[in-house]
């Protein structure tokens, strides 16, 4: 395939995908997104898949239950009836059947605690995290508005060693390209404390400094959300960054009376862990919230 062709199709799966992410709460028209891309429906969905390694109802899907598992523990005052009609859900009946299916639980199970339980079978299947011992109720956020952030990326498939990999890849196209003034981002598209980690999808991205436009065959661009963030800076070793995601949901999220959007978090690197002799990290991590 010429490179244009899949930058093209690159850029297709992105923009559907930051079209979900901004419609969840409403029923998605496959036929309108469609018409606005100017594809069939059939390409779009195959492009799609090409691209995520799933479809795009799978993502919908996804994304919609990753919403419903927050907002369970941070609306206190909604009901299960109100979190179904937020997260886009005709029926609680509905509602309660996908929950249960991806979850293994109920609703009602999960806001009464059983979050805790599923959210530490994933932090177990990873060796480093369950070997961490880092705490993190010290830190406090600062609240901040952040700009829409245009980046080179790679996108990995999975929360795993692999990610050193990736971020070698660019490093070398830093180099190539003579850029000295950048920034690294990740960015999670999934929840890696209740999305099971071969599933969550990780952007590896680079910040080019001082307005240059470099020319690139081999990394598509992509926009990082503008916004409200808290901001939480954390110095640590990478298996602390699982735990610390897990406490910023299920400790820090549901006592600070906030509640995060569909808005996927990312991390700016100031000391890239998966680079780093010592594989340690300083980083400020940005999660999308609202009042």
Not at 14 to 29: A, C, E, L, S
Request: charged share 25%.
């Amino acid at each position: 395939m010429k490179k244009n062709t899949l930058q093209k199709r690159v850029q297709i799966a992105n923009d559907i995908m930051y079209y979900v992410y901004t419609h969840i709460d409403t029923n998605i028209n496959m036929d309108e997104l469609s018409t606005d891309l100017e594809i069939s429906k059939f390409h779009m969905h195959r492009i799609f898949k090409d691209v995520f390694g799933k479809n795009i109802y799978e993502s919908i899907k996804s994304i919609r239950l990753q919403k419903a598992s927050n907002l369970l523990l941070t609306n206190k005052f909604s009901t299960i009836s109100d979190v179904a009609n937020i997260c886009g859900y005709s029926s609680q009946t509905s509602f309660i059947r996908v929950f249960k299916e991806r979850f293994e639980m109920t609703p009602k199970a999960w806001k009464n605690g059983g979050y805790k339980e599923y959210s530490q079978h994933i932090i177990e299947q990873s060796p480093k995290a369950k070997k961490s011992t880092a705490k993190f109720d010290h830190l406090e956020p600062t609240i901040v508005k952040m700009p829409l952030i245009e980046s080179y990326y790679i996108r990995h498939s999975g929360y795993n060693a692999q990610i050193k990999q990736t971020w070698q890849k660019l490093q070398t196209w830093i180099f190539g390209n003579n850029i000295t003034e950048f920034n690294q981002i990740a960015l999670f598209h999934d929840n890696p404390t209740v999305t099971e980690l071969h599933e969550c999808q990780y952007v590896a991205c680079v910040v080019v400094e001082n307005g240059l436009n470099i020319q690139s065959d081999r990394l598509p661009k992509f926009n990082i959300s503008d916004g409200i963030y808290a901001k939480f800076d954390l110095v640590g070793e990478q298996g602390d960054m699982l735990k610390f995601i897990q406490w910023v949901y299920h400790e820090w999220l549901p006592k600070s009376e906030y509640e995060t959007t569909t808005k996927p978090p990312y991390v700016i690197y100031k000391k890239n862990n998966y680079l780093s002799q010592d594989g340690r990290f300083d980083i400020s991590f940005y999660l999308s919230i609202k009042f």
